[in-house]
C-alpha cells in the first residue's frame, strides 16, 4: 500500500530553518511528480511546492518562493523540503503527496486518496 511519512518539523524561531523529508513507498515513487502541501488553523489545504518526476523542474507558491527550496532523491524514494527564512505564517503541518491531485484536502477524503501523518512546523519566538 501507498505510504507517505513526513518528518523534520519541530519549532523555529522567525528567520531560522528547518529541513522536511518525505519517505515515500508503495509506489513508482521516481515516475510521479511531487508536491508539499500544508494546512495552517483555519485555513485550506494549499500546495505549497511541486517538483517533476526527475527533480529538473520545481514551482513554489508565491508565499515562499525565495525561502524554500523542493528537491528529491529517487534513489531513496525521499522528497526534502529546506525552508529558510522561516515567517510565523509558515506555521502549518505540512503534508507530502503526488502532484497534482484531483482534490488536496490534506485528509483522505476518497477512495484511493492517500496522506501521510504529516509533520507540524510551528515558527515563533
Known amino acids: 500500500q501507498v505510504q507517505l511519512v513526513e518528518s523534520g518539523g519541530g519549532l523555529a524561531q522567525p528567520g531560522g530553518s528547518l529541513r522536511l523529508s518525505c519517505a515515500a513507498s508503495?509506489?513508482?515513487?521516481?515516475?510521479?511528480?511531487m508536491g508539499w502541501y500544508r494546512q495552517a488553523p483555519g485555513k485550506e489545504c494549499e500546495l505549497v511546492a511541486s517538483?517533476?518526476?526527475?527533480?529538473?523542474?520545481?514551482k513554489y507558491a508565491d508565499s515562499v518562493k525565495g525561502r524554500f527550496t523542493i528537491s528529491r532523491d529517487n534513489a531513496k524514494n525521499t522528497m526534502y523540503l529546506q525552508m529558510n527564512s522561516l515567517k510565523p505564517e509558515d506555521t502549518a503541518v505540512y503534508y507530502c503527496?503526488?502532484?497534482?491531485?484531483?482534490?488536496?484536502?490534506?485528509?483522505?477524503?476518497?477512495?484511493?486518496?492517500?496522506w501521510g501523518q504529516g509533520t507540524q512546523v510551528t515558527v515563533s519566538s
Open positions: 503527496n503526488a502532484y497534482p491531485l484531483s482534490q488536496a484536502m490534506c485528509v483522505i477524503s476518497y477512495e484511493g486518496d492517500y
Open positions: 508503495g509506489f513508482p515513487f521516481s515516475t510521479y511528480a
Open positions: 517538483i517533476t518526476d526527475g527533480g529538473t523542474g520545481t
